[in-house]
């Protein structure tokens, strides 16, 4: 495109009427290249996945609400049915994480078209990101944006043609705690640095202070840098953990970006409590869903602190307490995702499912009942069950299911509650609701230790220590609602640290009660619990277990 000074220097000599026409033709084709477009304009509608009114939209035009999970590709390359499983729990988004190779072994582009065919194989948006940058200004070992900028630019040809399934998150928690202030330029120069080499795809930027913006440079800069994307295709990403441990620091981020009109995803997540705090992850779930902003939750599995793993050892039927929160709980995966149209779902599909029977109750304790209702019916099929809690004319939704039947868990004792339940199919179409079912729970706890049993296992082992995980599950008919596991040590081995559970220890016997989010077992249900231990020669595993003084079985 020619600068104005050159334009002008091409019109002397020339007649008002040609001179009158170079301007006339030079003004349509710095029109026809946009050089004259607002700086937010969003970009092209028909390429694919684009930004508009601070919205994520498909190349359709289709709102597109992610609800995804994030997966460690980078560090177990040969996990690759974990997409496939993903999948399988309703998620319609994968974050997967890659190396340029500044810190770990680099993702080549063979890997990454892989990665793509594979996520588009099973239907669900891939946002890449590069991790190596974690950190960076605090972590010595992190690599910078324009690095991981250039790594994208190499990865152009894989890339192209894939905007309607792709996103381009340029690098993982891209600055520390140290002067997150720096932030700011190095993102809007790799944004620029991205578009100037062609690549079209919606990029997504996460926050400093290790991607929790808990300083705020990232919402105060938000548009500064938006505006560094002259196609206007950018979304910006927050991580919730710890500082995220109120409800009113979650709505008041959250609200932040949308009153701006600003597009945000919280692009990681996590719920379990660890020494760090106690997010608050219902709020954060239920005010992306209120509106209408997406959210992927870290992680699948693979951790080197299990306690965010979703699922247990890449074992899709073996999920977490997290997991089940995520997957399954009110405002979680299986409630509200909704797979993208690029695919070819059934966006035509405007009928409800049929109403559900009326629900009855069973296995009712101090803390929860067990609800089975007759199934819904579907010109499609039913995609699962919302179940709330009715109170006057307001609900609440308590908890969600892919069958006719679930367990409602944290209820108060001595307490009478309404219950109904929703239909739905992957359309997105709600039935009417059920009839209702009243239930009052008992007044006591109940007896935990006949039908329990233990799993133990060592997950890994170094000169002088090791980890292990312990799953307690509950086999009976009833939850378990606060218990202390107690079990013995051979070897002289010592509990240092631990996560799910709070640990005593007297020479080799160990008792552990539950931390918060793991103290209610539901019937059928399990939790886990994760510690590493100092040990010195023999690492015999425990053989004998009880539960609240009880004996369970070895599993």
């Given at each position: 495109?020619?600068?104005?000074r050159s334009t002008a220097r091409s019109t002397a ?367 499609v099929a039913v995609a699962g069950y919302d179940v ?122 160990v008792s552990v009660t539950p931390a918060s989010y ?38």
């Amino acid at each position: 495109m020619r600068t104005a000074r050159s334009t002008a220097r091409s019109t002397a000599g020339k007649s008002p009427v040609a001179i009158l026409l170079t301007v006339l033709t030079t003004l349509l084709g710095l029109l026809a290249l946009g050089g004259l477009a607002p700086a937010q304009a969003a970009s092209p509608a028909a390429t694919g996945l684009h930004i508009s009114n601070g919205r994520l939209l498909e190349g359709n035009g289709n709102d597109f609400v992610m609800r995804g999970v994030n997966h460690a590709h980078a560090w177990y390359p040969g996990e690759t049915q974990s997409l496939a499983d993903i999948k399988a729990t309703g998620a319609n988004t994968v974050r997967v994480v890659l190396s340029d190779g500044y810190r770990w072994s680099r993702n080549s582009p063979e890997d990454v078209a892989a990665v793509i065919a594979q996520c588009k194989a099973n239907r669900l948006i891939c946002v890449l990101e590069v991790h190596d940058t974690t950190g960076y200004g605090e972590d010595s070992a992190a690599g910078t944006l324009d690095h991981a900028a250039d790594y994208w630019i190499s990865l152009k040809d894989v890339l192209a043609g894939q905007e309607g399934y792709v996103v381009i998150n340029i690098g993982n928690e891209p600055w520390g705690n140290t002067d997150p202030a720096g932030w700011t330029a190095p993102t809007a120069s790799a944004i620029k640095k991205l578009r100037a080499a062609g690549l079209a795809h919606t990029i997504m930027v996460d926050a400093p202070n290790w991607g929790q913006d808990w300083q705020g440079v990232m919402r105060d800069n938000a548009q500064a840098v938006y505006d560094a994307d002259t196609t206007g295709n950018l979304i910006f990403s927050i991580h919730m953990y710890s500082v995220y441990n109120t409800a009113a620091k979650v709505t008041d981020y959250l609200h932040a970006f949308v009153d701006a009109g600003l597009p945000l995803v919280i692009g990681e997540f996590g719920g379990p409590a660890d020494q760090y705090g106690d997010p608050d992850e219902d709020t954060m779930m239920a005010t992306a869903e209120q509106l209408k902003l997406g959210y992927i939750a870290w992680s699948w599995s693979g951790n080197t602190d299990p306690i965010l793993d979703l699922t247990i050892d890449f074992d899709p039927t073996r999920l977490s307490s997290w997991g089940e929160r995520i997957f399954h709980g009110a405002n979680g995966i299986a409630q509200t995702s909704r797979e993208a149209t690029v695919f070819g779902g059934a966006v035509e599909d405007t009928e409800a499912p049929t109403a559900p029977g009326a629900p009855t109750a069973s296995a009712v304790t101090d803390t929860s009942a067990t609800l089975s209702w007759s199934a819904a019916t579907d010109n499609v099929a039913v995609a699962g069950y919302d179940v709330v809690r009715v109170s006057g004319q307001s609900e609440t939704p308590v908890a969600a299911s892919a069958t006719n039947s679930v367990a409602v868990t944290g209820l108060s004792a001595d307490t009478a509650y309404t219950f109904a339940v929703y239909a739905r199919d992957a359309a997105g179409n709600r039935s009417a609701r059920s009839a209702t079912v009243a239930v009052t729970t008992d007044e006591g706890g109940t007896t935990p230790g006949v039908g329990c049993s233990v799993g133990y296992r060592v997950v890994g082992e170094w000169p002088g220590g090791f980890q292990g995980e312990i799953t307690i599950r509950n086999t009976g008919t009833t939850a378990i609602d606060g218990w202390t596991l107690g079990f013995g040590f051979a070897n002289g081995q010592t509990v240092t640290n631990m996560w799910g559970g709070i640990p005593a220890q007297t020479g080799g016997t160990v008792s552990v009660t539950p931390a918060s989010y793991t103290s209610t077992i539901a019937a059928k249900g399990s939790v886990t619990v994760g510690f590493t231990a100092a040990r010195s020669g023999t690492n015999a595993v425990p053989t004998a277990f009880t539960l609240s003084g009880a004996g369970c079985a070895a599993a």
